[in-house]
């Protein structure tokens, strides 16, 4: 009974209608409130199933308490289903009396209120359900030929039997005809056999017979037995699955290649010029074997069927049958309806319309429901024509917002199947069926439009021998890049360390040239005040040749010194000066000069100076015999002007009368400090570091950089506005050495003159990259 029957469309009665007979058995309420709630739409098929599972029809409480427990109804849904119910049993009632059996009641109750057999199905209770044969003489003959042993169903047209063939020994399907309409449901009863007669082919139901009850005269025809499952069955068993955590990728598979026989079926008989009008999951029976078959052609139509009946079947037939199905009239079961089926537009219904069903049955197999059971429920619809009026005017269901796990190409071949236009659709039966099987085999459908990642994803599922081999590859190409990187990094690492310890190897050298200068010119001072003429103009002997004056002596002392000046290229200045309490005079000087090194010059007597920086002399008078005290100077402090260009090292050291024992003056000598570092680090020639000479407040002296060579700073610049790092290193006087690996900087600090902090130079190194 279609969704569109009259009591689905008149509200239910105010008041519980009674029985002649008295009140009806529980069993019977169960079954008829089972009904009204498919009927009204309150539960689907799948939420009834739910609900009988932990239920039963022959307990002691109510479907309708059972459902309300668990939540699946409401109480207005649980009073409209429990007043309605007997109203419904007493229309059963007046088509016959009630057997005092129970299983006869149960089976003519589900008979009169569910003739399809869905609830005896959902109940699992379809031998019940057909029984019997007791409202039926048990044979179906011609020549006695047929012997009807239990009915299996029954439709709008007619019951169908499961019979035994007794010429052929075997089992059979018996449909007679049951319509009350007798002369309209003859004529559509004849026409569904020729029809199904017509279509030969291995998905559609063979039609054995054609004939009348010889005692009834009753028309029936015989057909292939399928048994009693379904692609309804099927697919509602899948889901369960599903549901349960069982994603056994096969099963969908196998409900797809179900499918795509049904398509070649229907594409068949469209082949024929028939189409079915009646397409659902229903209709799909699946035998004992696995094989598809589409069953029910009652309501199936022949396209251009004048033309084509009377080549098939003679005039007579054909005339017939061209008013079978009147302008506007609507058959097919509603939740599976193309728009312009429910919209009553005969004439527009063609093959596509068909498409639209094969479309509703691949949605059921997406989400388990039919595609306009979610119309119903979101348009409210209380009554059949409600639900036809939905359907015709509101778009297609989408797969994804019903089942958002579905596969996107599926759902996409779907909406193509059911669109709204029928232009829009598959054309055909075997498009539909194509792209199901390019999904299954991996390849790319036509209805959907997939992304470079889901090509590459197609493209490696369907190659997979060379997706492999470029997988290797490229497993091949990344380890061996890894291998490389990590190489290269070890080796960068390895080839930094060596770098590092070998610019630690030149802060050494650094070091220990700074520090031999020290000792070196410590030591000239120490043998400059020994000289002979030095103790001679202290204190002239008495045996003295004639013409040896003090003059002599200090010509003679400037001298060796021009000569030890010539020797030493970087030392600038030799003095011998005699000590007061205010100031140290020149008595020799020996100068390099400054624009021309090669030149060395004795300073006139004329030009002799004072040297009056009294903290100097003080520390000089305080010095024993053979110390020597180290001063620094740059052309920057130099107080006494008497360093223009460079760094300047002083090495001071006292002369005492050899006679007397008294401090009579100095020996001072000086070097280039900074050209001789110069020279060193030219010598080197490195390419490793950046190398800085400093002060001992990190202002810098000289610079060798890679590549531009040895620079000296015209002006102070702080070491720190390069190696910010290094400002706390330089203020700090507790700290001489700084090794920071990370950053590749080495830093020390050197004191020339223990005793004279003022004589701290420092040395940085900092690594190229």
């Given at each position: 009974m279609s969704p569109s029957d009259s009591f689905g469309d008149s509200s239910f009665g105010e008041t519980v209608a009674h029985s002649a007979n008295g009140d009806f058995s529980k069993e019977q309420q169960d079954i008829a409130m089972s009904a009204l709630l498919l009927r009204t739409g309150a539960l689907t098929e799948r939420q009834l199933a739910q609900g009988f599972a932990s239920w039963t029809l022959h307990g002691n409480l109510p479907l309708n308490e059972h459902l309300l427990a668990i939540g699946m109804i409401d109480d207005d849904t649980n009073k409209r289903i429990k007043n309605g119910a007997p109203r419904l049993l007493e229309e059963m009632e007046k088509g016959g009396q009630r057997n005092s059996s129970v299983e006869c009641v149960v089976a003519q109750t589900l008979d009169a209120v569910d003739p399809a057999g869905t609830i005896a199905r959902l109940m699992g209770i379809r031998a019940v359900a057909g029984s019997g044969a007791a409202d039926a003489t048990g044979v179906r003959t011609s020549e006695a030929r047929y012997k009807l042993l239990r009915k299996l169903g029954q439709g709008g047209l007619g019951r169908v039997w499961l019979a035994y063939d007794e010429h052929l020994k075997r089992p059979v399907a018996v449909k007679?005809?049951?319509?009350?309409?007798?002369?309209?449901?003859?004529?559509?009863?004849?026409?569904?056999?020729?029809?199904?007669?017509?279509?030969?082919?291995?998905?559609?139901?063979?039609?054995?017979?054609?004939?009348?009850?010889?005692?009834?005269?009753?028309?029936?025809?015989?057909?292939?037995?399928?048994?009693?499952?379904?692609?309804?069955?099927?697919?509602?068993?899948?889901?369960?699955?599903?549901a349960e955590g069982d994603h056994d990728p096969m099963l969908l598979r196998r409900l797809l290649t179900d499918f795509v026989n049904v398509c070649q079926a229907i594409g068949h008989a469209h082949s024929r010029k028939v189409i079915h009008r009646d397409l659902k999951p229903e209709n799909v029976a699946i035998d004992s074997f696995g094989q598809v078959i589409v069953i029910d052609w009652g309501i199936a139509k022949v396209i251009d069927e004048l033309q084509s009946l009377d080549h098939l079947a003679g005039s007579h037939s054909a005339a017939g049958s061209g008013h079978s199905t009147m302008e506007g009239q609507i058959l097919g079961t509603p939740l599976y309806?193309?728009?312009?089926?429910?919209a009553g537009r005969?004439?527009?219904?063609?093959?596509?319309?068909?498409?639209?069903?094969?479309?509703?049955?691949?949605?059921?197999?997406?989400?388990?429901?039919?595609?306009?059971?979610?119309?119903?429920?979101?348009?409210?619809?209380?009554?059949?024509?409600?639900?036809?009026?939905?359907?015709?005017?509101?778009?297609?269901?989408?797969?994804?917002?019903?089942?958002?796990?579905?596969?996107?190409?599926?759902?996409?071949?779907?909406?193509?199947?059911?669109?709204?236009?029928?232009?829009?659709?598959?054309?055909?039966?075997?498009?539909?069926?194509?792209?199901?099987?390019?999904?299954?085999?991996?390849?790319?459908?036509?209805?959907?439009?997939?992304?470079?990642?889901q090509k590459l994803a197609r493209w490696i599922q369907n190659h997979r021998i060379w997706s492999q081999a470029i997988g290797l590859l490229v497993v091949t190409g990344i380890v061996g890049l890894t291998v490389m990187i990590v190489a290269s990094h070890q080796a960068a690492r390895a080839n930094r360390q060596v770098r590092f310890d070998e610019m630690r190897g030149y802060s050494r050298e650094l070091e220990v040239q700074l520090r031999s200068t020290a000792e070196q010119v410590s030591k000239d001072a120490r043998f400059m005040s020994n000289l002979p003429p030095i103790q001679t103009l202290i204190a002239p002997p008495e045996n003295a040749?004639?013409?040896?004056?003090?003059?002599?002596?200090?010509?003679?002392?400037?001298?060796?010194?021009?000569?030890?000046?010539?020797?030493n290229p970087d030392y600038v200045a030799i003095a011998y000066m005699k000590l007061s309490e205010e100031a140290a005079t020149d008595i020799v000087r020996v100068e390099r000069n400054t624009s021309d090194a090669a030149y060395i010059r004795r300073v006139p007597t004329s030009r002799l100076i004072k040297f009056e920086e009294q903290n100097v002399l003080r520390q000089t008078m305080q010095l024993d015999r053979g110390d020597v005290q180290l001063v620094l100077r740059d052309a920057n402090d130099d107080p006494t002007d008497t360093v223009t260009d460079g760094v300047r090292l002083f090495a001071a050291t006292p002369v005492y009368d050899a006679v007397k024992g008294d401090l009579f003056g100095v020996v001072v000598v000086q070097v280039n400090l900074l050209n001789r570092l110069s020279k060193f680090l030219a010598r080197v020639d490195q390419g490793t570091a950046i190398i800085d000479v400093t002060d001992g407040e990190g202002n810098v002296w000289i610079s060798d950089k890679p590549g531009v060579g040895v620079v000296a700073s015209n002006k102070v610049t702080p070491i720190s506005t390069q190696i910010p790092e290094l400002k706390e290193f330089f203020s700090d006087p507790d700290q001489t050495k700084k090794i920071d690996a990370a950053a590749g900087v080495i830093a020390s600090k050197l004191t020339l003159d223990r005793l004279d902090d003022k004589t701290t130079v420092g040395v940085v190194l900092k690594l190229t990259e």
């Open positions: 007679e005809i049951t319509a009350r309409d007798q002369a309209t449901a003859l004529e559509r009863f004849r026409r569904e056999a020729e029809i199904t007669g017509r279509l030969e082919h291995p998905g559609i139901v063979p039609i054995y017979q054609l004939g009348e009850d010889a005692a009834t005269g009753q028309a029936f025809y015989a057909m292939r037995f399928l048994g009693k499952e379904t692609l309804h069955d099927s697919l509602m068993e899948y889901h369960e699955r599903v309806m193309a728009p312009e089926q429910a005969v004439d527009e219904l063609d093959e596509r319309t068909d498409i639209y069903g094969l479309g509703a049955i691949l949605y059921a197999i997406l989400t388990g429901s039919a595609p306009h059971e979610q119309t119903r429920e979101n348009s409210k619809t209380t009554t059949g024509r409600e639900l036809l009026s939905a359907i015709a005017g509101r778009p297609s269901p989408s797969v994804l917002e019903a089942n958002p796990h579905a596969d996107p190409a599926l759902a996409a071949i779907c909406a193509k199947a059911m669109a709204r236009r029928q232009y829009a659709r598959y054309q055909s039966a075997t498009e539909l069926a194509e792209d199901v099987e390019r999904w299954m085999a991996g390849e790319h459908v036509s209805a959907y439009r997939e992304r470079p990642l040749a004639d013409g040896e004056s003090e003059e002599v002596w200090k010509s003679r002392l400037g001298m060796i010194y021009e000569e030890f000046l010539r020797a």
